[in-house]
């Protein structure tokens, strides 16, 4: 099992920096990957981006390329993600989600953090 929090939503202003933590614990040896997903009020959640572990490949949805930048410890104990140039469109709570090797789902999923850019 593996146990998510994630931390450092709040309220922003429009073009403003914000990131996110995800601190991971339990039986963490067995992540192959690290993702952040996002939900906008009545919007379906949508992937915002991952890393794989062992190579640091990072992927990002085409809506915050450039913006954002998912990162994390290389014990896989913690993952951030840095937003900046935030806009309205970003406000939504943001999930933390793992996946373990040889899996090809999200297993695992912290409770969201809530962040609201303003104008």
């Known amino acids: 099992q593996v146990q998510l929090v994630e931390s450092g939503g709040g309220l922003v202003q429009a073009g403003d920096s914000l990131r996110l933590s995800c601190a991971a614990s339990?039986?963490?040896?067995?992540?192959?990957?690290m993702a952040w997903f996002r939900q906008a009020p009545e919007k379906d959640r949508e992937f915002v981006a991952r890393?794989?572990?062992?190579?640091?490949?990072?992927y990002y949805a085409d809506s915050v390329k450039g913006r954002f930048t998912i990162s994390g410890d290389s014990d896989k104990k913690s993952g951030y993600l840095h937003m900046e140039a935030l806009k309205l469109e970003d406000t939504a709570v943001y999930y933390c989600?793992?996946?373990?090797?040889?899996?090809?789902?999200?297993?695992?999923w912290g409770q969201g953090t809530r962040v609201t850019v303003s104008s």
């Open positions: 890393v794989e572990w062992s190579t640091g490949t990072t």
């Open positions: 339990g039986r963490t040896d067995s992540t192959y990957a």
């Open positions: 989600a793992t996946m373990e090797y040889g899996e090809g789902k999200w297993k695992y």
